[in-house]
Nanobody, 115 residues
Framework: QVQLVESGGGLVQPGGSLRLSCAAS????????MGWYRQAPGKERELVAR???????NYADSVKGRFIISRDNAKNTVYLQMNSLQSGDTAVYYC?????????WGKGTLVTVSL
């Protein structure tokens, strides 16, 4: 069984930064892809960024150049550094493990970008 616990959300002003963390417990395989998704009010959940154990990354076009995903395999932890935050980034951010199509989810952490 895999459990994911996110932390680091909160309220930030436009242009500010936040760093999200997600600690995974249970059996984590080297083939597991870890990532972050988000869901804004009234919208569907969407991929933000994902990273393999080898460090290969994918980003949504909307966050490229502003967000950085990283992973500490020894700690089974994935991070999301979010810079130049905009109001459109306001959402609940979910940690995810994609195990060859089988998905595990955290409960989410709220990020609010507002004055």
């Amino acid at each position: 069984q895999v459990q994911l616990v996110e932390s680091g959300g909160g309220l930030v002003q436009p242009g500010g930064s936040l760093r999200l963390s997600c600690a995974a417990s249970g059996i984590i395989f080297s083939s597991d892809v870890m990532g972050w998704y988000r869901q804004a009010p009234g919208k569907e959940r969407e991929l933000v960024a994902r990273i393999s154990s080898g460090g290969s990354t994918n980003y949504a076009d909307s966050v490229k150049g502003r967000f950085i995903i990283s992973r500490d395999n020894a700690k089974n932890t994935v991070y999301l550094q979010m810079n130049s935050l905009q109001s459109g980034d306001t959402a609940v951010y979910y940690c995810n493990i994609d195990r060859q199509g089988l998905h595990y989810w955290g409960k989410g952490t709220l990020v609010t970008v507002s004055l």
